[in-house]
């Protein structure tokens, strides 16, 4: 009687692969040094007067200016774009984060934010419901779709991606982001490399805030450089 599998097949010949490959998330920890005693403002510029509805539509007062691909199963969410300069930068619904030219209204790059199995069997769920952030050449971005990504902001380019779905804005401190996942953890990511310092477990989906000191995630305080949760 077979009672698992393995990587050697009892029946069929050859070596068994995962199909999906590697998901879980590789945790360094390593305790995150010191840090600037105030979160970077990396979401755009204040008099950003563009909005998004849920059928991924954006408008300039009453103009529509972009229309997307509207889903019929969506998350309901308050997902605004964001201005920097002359463009702007939005996710969507359907897993794609965007950025468009403000002056003539043109998109400049799409790009898929979303683990690519999340298509083809796994979750279906991919929208882009925490705010994209902007900082110097990169912009960041979360979906439900188990993707948290540093892209290149002239091109959309990839410069990495954690799997972590997320649900609400995160926050950048000198290099490094907090992001708080669907999984109830909160995770410190090094904004150079991608690599994840450490993870700790947290009570609620709250987008963090940053005191100086600690992480704060609803009335929970967390230590930013070992993760451990401040009596």
Known sequence: MITGCSKHDPILPGERYDIFGKS???IVDKDVPHLSDRAKNIYGDTDCDYKQDDKNVIWSGDRKIFRGIATDNYVKNNQQPI???????TGLS???????????????????????????????VVDIVARIGADKNFIYV??????????????GDKVWCVNISVPVD?????????????????????????????QTNIKKQIAPQYDGTNIIVGREKINYSNGEIVK
């Open 83 to 89: 201005c920097v300069g002359n463009f702007l930068y």
């Open 142 to 155: 979360g979906g439900l779709g188990d993707a948290f990504c540093k892209l290149k902001s002239i091109n």
């Open 24 to 26: 879980d998330i590789d």
């Open 170 to 198: 995160f926050i950048l401190v000198d290099d490094f982001a907090f992001v708080v996942g669907a999984d109830n953890n909160l995770y410190a990511i090094n904004t150079v490399d991608g690599l994840v310092y450490w």
């Open 94 to 124: 359907t897993g794609e984060v965007i950025k468009l030219n403000t002056k003539n209204n043109k998109i400049v790059w799409v790009n898929d934010v979303y683990k690519e199995n999340n298509l083809t069997g796994g979750s279906g």
